[in-house]
Structures are given as structure tokens and as C-alpha cells.
């Protein structure tokens, strides 16, 4: 009845053309949001568990500090005629919790990863994750290496201010000028500037490298910020708690 030729075929014809143009570009919209989340949650267990390794070494390290005063405590008591069962029971107690964590969390860690040495100090973060270049000034309050601060939140300054920098060699490399800044606000906060006059911007939608920052810095309580500042300038910008909640 309808042959090809007819407006009514070729209406529907072209309707059909519309209707699956319109499902295959909704199809690729969502697969592409899909793919996104995915990426989103692959980068934040990432994260995780390298914090969790991070921790892992850090308290690994506390940890053998301890023993090793509580074993030398515990020979000056023997010399000396004191009282060694407490010593005793402090040093076992510490080298079973040091296995413990090694059996439980150092199953995180691939082959190919070195022990996390953490640094003693924000001074020693800082200066580890600032290389030596001209383009970068930096600026820190005078009280940096003696500052009252948790590990963990100087393993974050220090992270940060790697990432941060890697972002700018890799987005910005045109940049003539990067200012580094990390001052004590009290009360008890600490305040993380990288600005740089190559006006950068996240590789990828949503930022992934900042995804990673901002995981990080909310695991010990503070909050970071990345976005355009004035004169053409990308700004990243934290704030955390000196001893975490």
C-alpha cells in the first residue's frame, strides 16, 4: 500500500534515522559516563591503598623505634639488678605487633615497591618534594622543623606538594614562575600554596590527579582546592589540622 517512494515511508524512514542516531549518542554519553566512574573509583582504591601502605611503613617504623628503646631499657635493667619482666613483656609485645602488621598490610604492596622512609619533619617533606630549580620560590614559616605535627599529615604536605608540582611540569611547562608556600595558621592548622603563572588545567574531565590530592588530604581531616587564580594563574590550595580528629 505504502511503497518506498511514499511520504509516509520516507517519514518513517527518516524517524527511524532520528530515533537511532538519538539511542546510539545517548549509548556512547552513557558508557563514557560509565567509563568515568570506573576510573573514579579505580583511582580513589589506588589511592587508598597506598595510603594504607604509606601508614603500613610509617607505623612500622614508630613501632621498631620503640622496640629498640624498650630492648635497651631492658639490658640497663639487667645491669642493674631492676625490674626486667615489664621489659620483657614490652618487648615481646612490640615485636609481635610489628609482625602482625607486616603479615596483615604488607600483603598491599607489590614486589617492585621500596619501604616508604618517612620524613622526620614538614621541614624534611618539604624539602624532599621541592626540587632545586629556579622557576620555583618557596616560602615556609621559620617554625616548620619543630612544628608539633601528626605523621600522617606530613606524609600529605609531602604528597601534595609532589603531585602538585608533577602536575605543573606536565600541564604547565611553559610556567616562568611557581610559588611554593606552606605556613603554620594557628590554631592548629596548616596552610599548602602552588601557585603558577602557566595557567594549567587538569588533563583529563575532573581532574584526576586532583581526585588523588583531595582523597588524601580528606583522610586526615582538611580540604584542598585547585582552580584559576588572578593573572592567568593555576592555584592549588589546602588546609589541614595539624593533629588530625
Excluded: C, K
Excluded at 527518516?14 to 554519553?29: H, P
Excluded at 620483657?88 to 607486616?102: D, H, I, K
Excluded at 584542598?224 to 587564580?229: E, I, K, L, S
Amino acid at each position: 500500500r505504502y511503497g518506498t517512494g511514499s511520504p509516509a515511508a520516507l517519514y518513517a524512514a527518516g524517524a527511524a534515522v532520528v530515533w537511532g542516531g538519538a539511542l546510539a549518542g545517548g549509548l556512547v554519553l552513557r558508557d563514557a559516563e560509565v567509563r568515568h566512574r570506573v576510573d573514579v573509583l579505580e583511582l580513589r582504591s589506588a589511592e587508598r591503598l597506598r595510603l594504607a601502605r604509606e601508614l603500613h611503613d610509617l607505623v612500622a617504623h614508630q613501632i621498631t623505634g620503640i622496640v629498640v628503646r624498650v630492648q635497651a631499657a631492658h639490658r640497663v635493667a639487667e645491669r642493674t639488678g631492676g625490674d626486667t619482666a615489664t621489659f620483657a613483656e614490652l618487648e615481646t609485645a612490640g615485636a609481635t605487633a610489628l609482625s602482625a602488621m607486616r603479615r596483615l598490610v604488607g600483603a598491599l604492596r607489590t614486589g617492585d615497591e621500596d619501604l616508604f622512609v618517612p620524613p622526620a619533619d614538614l621541614a624534611t617533606a618539604v624539602d624532599r618534594a621541592v626540587p632545586d630549580d629556579d622557576r620555583i620560590h618557596l616560602d615556609v614559616s621559620p617554625d616548620l622543623a619543630t612544628l608539633a605535627v601528626a605523621p600522617e599529615v606530613v606524609t600529605t604536605t609531602h604528597r601534595l606538594l609532589t603531585e602538585s608540582l608533577t602536575n605543573v611540569r606536565r600541564h604547565a611547562p611553559d610556567a616562568a614562575e611557581v610559588r611554593v608556600s606552606v605556613h603554620h595558621e594557628p590554631p592548629g592548622r596548616l596552610r599548602v600554596e602552588v601557585v603558577n603563572d602557566g595557567a594549567a588545567r587538569p588533563a583529563r574531565r575532573g581532574g584526576y590527579g586532583l581526585l588523588g590530592m583531595v582523597e588524601r588530604v580528606a583522610a586526615v581531616g582538611g580540604t584542598v582546592q585547585a582552580g584559576p587564580a588572578d593573572g592567568r594563574r593555576w592555584r592549588v590550595l589546602a588546609r589541614l589540622p595539624l593533629e588530625p580528629g
